[in-house]
């Protein structure tokens, strides 16, 4: 069944009929439920983030789990993160995907190469797929190790804290994070994330650029799937029954606001952003944080 859904949303001729497509903004299907947690809302500023006493969180009626936060950034918080997912985050010591191909010199990095206007920019811009901090994940394995730990930065684990203690996830800690890179043909398949040792603990998954269509099940394939919207700036958490459902990408679609150039003050256009804003309006990014380990575990190896 789940294979089904995504055949059919990720179908270009003909192209799928979006109207069952859960939208939180006037859907049915969800309902509004209020912070858990009360937070000091003059913390959030440095990291792009709204008020909480703003914040639109919705869980969904047939999807037990997911939690949905619609945009919680402002729209410089969003230009801050794109830019930072773009400049910082694909370069060592993260891993990326392009490092099995050499295609970076050792004093290179993939913002300095595609950020200039030549062949090789062109011909490197669509081959970043991901990058890994913290714990890096073996796609061969399945596994997390020791030998593959990294850090995280300290503003993306702050980050993800607040969104998981507003949910009432108060011990939450970022061991690992994916940045995923999505073209405008990009999909992500099915799958379900059960390489954590502690699969209790929620998945914090942040969308910035062009929408998604996010498909998610239950446990088993055979079981039928919900498709729903995530534009730029919602936050997808994955707690309980729904954190080891599958889910997948099967469409990306352009976006119908670029809320990321809001109040954006032509006078003062900043450099790095003018790249990033070139690479936004055709790509869209995933930041998925997860904790790996139990509480009171330090590494894979305590029990």
Known sequence: MFKDYFKYYKSRNPPPNLENVIDVNK????KQVFAKCALINSKLSHLGLTEINSWRIYEFNEIPGLIFIKNPFTNAGQRHWITKCLKDYPRKPNKLNIDAHSL?????????????????????????RWA???????????????????????DLTEMS?????????????????????????????????????????????TSFGQTAVFLIGGPRPEDPAHAIFL?????????????????????????????????LDNNFFDDDWSKARSFINQTRININVRQVLKSGQSNLYQS
């Open 104 to 128: 970076l010199g050792d004093n290179e990095t993939w913002w300095d190469i595609c950020t200039k206007n030549d062949e090789r920019a062109s011909g490197l811009i669509p081959k970043l």
């Open 132 to 154: 890994t901090m913290g714990y890096h994940h073996n796609w061969d394995t399945k596994n997390y190790s020791e030998d593959l730990r990294g850090e995280i930065p300290e």
């Open 27 to 30: 859907s049915t299907k969800v």
């Open 161 to 205: 804290k607040i969104f998981a203690q507003v949910l009432g996830f108060r011990d939450f800690n970022a061991e690992a994070a994916i940045i995923n890179y999505y073209r405008m043909n990009s999909t992500l398949a099915g799958h379900v994330d059960h390489s954590e040792v502690n699969i209790q603990a929620p998945l914090i998954s």
């Open 231 to 263: 534009r730029s700036g919602d936050v997808v958490v994955m707690t309980g029954q729904s954190r080891l459902n599958y889910h997948g990408v099967p469409k990306i679609l352009p976006a119908d606001s670029s809320t990321w150039d809001l109040d």
